[in-house]
């Protein structure tokens, strides 16, 4: 019973962790389409020190 308990809980974790990665995703997509459209830089397209 434990075992099936703690199954239950991975697939309710796996379920949610989708959710939040798409919605990271989306988010991701938000905030990157702007960026993409400005005009490139050299600030702009170095990495973050």
């Known amino acids: ?3 099936l308990n ?3 809980l991975l697939d ?3 379920d949610q962790s989708k959710l939040i990665n ?3 995703e989306s ?3 938000k905030i990157a389409g ?3 459209d400005r005009p ?3 600030e702009a397209t ?3 020190k």
């Open 12 to 14: 309710l974790n796996a």
């Open 6 to 8: 703690k199954a239950a």
């Open 27 to 29: 988010l991701m997509a």
């Open 1 to 3: 019973l434990e075992y």
């Open 40 to 42: 490139k830089t050299p």
């Open 22 to 24: 798409q919605r990271i």
């Open 46 to 48: 170095s990495p973050v």
């Open 34 to 36: 702007p960026i993409a």
